[in-house]
């Protein structure tokens, strides 16, 4: 069913790749480790004149990457108990500027073999190094319908995975390069979240001026909505018409479904 979208997206996009022979348990055939090539695109459908999840306006979104997986398909059918060992994985943190286009720094240049995957698994983690995400996984800033402004921080370390079992997705040689995109849909960070509602704590700012925190402090009940809906708001997709973007209709063939890992 296809999704009708009025938000912005976070795209990570796989360029791949170049492959050769090999083969993994089950019958799922692997290539040599290819470069792989990672970038960040900001992606937003309706043509809205700004950029808009329900009716807040959102002018910053960060999230730090401890980490992805790639799971081999073999790993997800042979219900191996350790099947985690087979991951593909790169470690981070990487720091993503959701509505910024551009390559996510230390995610350059990296290898993972052709073949048929069944799993991304992505972890979210609070940056312990010093920078503007500090102690902190998600950051996201904006204003609400009245103009007042919102701050909303976690530290959550959280996993949650994009799947898909029953075919899994393959990665292989293309020419043109075959693209995917993981892609981050705000709209839903915020379902079920009204900023107008009359339990919202509103703070007063260094000048005094009003402002919503939502942190382990302030609108906690909140922090913990979002915290959970930032587990189900990702899906894989490729660019099937080779123009680098996810366009309408391949938004509507999702090759893996984010959902939230056990």
């Known amino acids: 069913m296809r999704r009708i979208l009025s938000c912005l997206f976070v795209l990570l996009a796989f360029a791949p790749f170049m492959g050769g022979c090999g083969s993994s348990t089950g019958g799922t055939e692997t290539g040599n480790t290819t470069a792989v090539s990672i970038r960040v695109i900001g992606y937003q459908s ?3 004149a700004a950029l808009t999840v329900g009716d807040l306006q959102v002018g910053k979104a960060m999230i730090v990457l401890d980490r992805l997986h790639f799971r081999p398909f073999s ?20 720091v993503v500027d959701l509505l910024n286009a551009g390559e996510i720094s230390g995610l350059e240049g990296l290898q993972i073999p052709t073949g048929r995957y069944c799993r991304i698994e992505l972890v979210l983690k609070k940056l312990e190094s010093t920078g503007p995400m500090f102690n902190k996984s998600v950051q996201i800033e904006g204003a609400r319908s009245d103009g007042t402004p919102f701050l ?35 709209d839903q960070w915020f379902n079920g979240v009204d900023l107008m509602d009359t339990f919202i704590e509103v703070s007063s700012g260094g000048g005094g001026e009003p402002i919503i925190l939502i942190n382990d402090i302030k609108n906690q009940t909140v922090q913990e ?28 063939n999702p090759l893996a479904i984010g959902t939230s890992v056990p």
Do not use: R, W, Y
Request: glycine letters at 6%.
């Open 46 to 48: 309706s043509l809205l």
């Open 75 to 94: 790993a997800c059918q042979d219900g191996s108990q350790d099947e985690g060992a087979q991951d593909i994985q790169f470690n981070g943190p990487f």
């Open 152 to 186: 909303m921080t976690t530290e959550v370390d959280e996993e949650f995975k994009l799947e898909n079992e029953s075919t899994g997705f393959l990665i292989e040689e293309a020419d043109p390069l075959s693209v995917f995109f993981i892609a981050f849909d705000l």
């Open 225 to 252: 909505l979002i915290e959970e809906n930032i587990k189900h708001s990702a899906d894989l997709f490729e660019d099937s018409d080779d123009n680098d973007s996810l366009d309408p209709e391949e938004e509507g």
